[in-house]
């Protein structure tokens, strides 16, 4: 499943909203064991736990937008809708507060 978040950030801002966001996902929501590796300046591995099955997917940061990339288990199709809702309200969050000069 692919998501975009739109933002008008440089590309090393971007990382960091990303990054802030991940460790507030981690905080929140401890027990999904949420984690995140970059590969590269633009390129991440994220993945996360839910009902006993373990998600994975990428994140990509391209000028102007924040790319998920989420491979969700048919088990779990039901609540994709949801978590992407809150990854994306968690992104938004980060995006004003830098987009604010406030990160």
């Given at each position: 499943?692919?998501?975009?978040?739109?933002?008008?950030?440089?590309?090393?801002?971007?990382?960091?909203?990303?990054?802030?966001?991940?460790?507030?996902?981690?905080?929140?929501?401890?027990?999904?064991?949420?984690?995140?590796?970059w590969?590269?300046d633009?390129?991440?591995r994220?993945?996360f736990?839910?009902?006993?099955?373990?998600v994975t997917?990428?994140?990509?940061?391209?000028?102007?937008c924040?790319?998920?990339?989420?491979?969700?288990?048919?088990?779990?199709?039901?609540?994709?809708?949801?978590?992407?809702?809150?990854?994306?309200?968690?992104?938004?969050?980060?995006?004003?507060?830098?987009?604010?000069?406030?990160?």
């Amino acid at each position: 499943m692919r998501h975009r978040v739109l933002h008008h950030l440089d590309t090393a801002t971007a990382r960091r909203v990303a990054d802030r966001a991940w460790e507030t996902y981690k905080v929140r929501f401890p027990r999904y064991e949420p984690e995140i590796r970059w590969l590269d300046d633009r390129r991440a591995r994220l993945s996360f736990s839910a009902r006993g099955l373990r998600v994975t997917g990428s994140l990509e940061l391209s000028t102007g937008c924040i790319e998920l990339d989420v491979k969700v288990p048919v088990a779990l199709r039901l609540f994709k809708g949801r978590a992407m809702a809150l990854i994306e309200e968690e992104m938004r969050r980060w995006i004003a507060r830098a987009e604010a000069g406030d990160l």
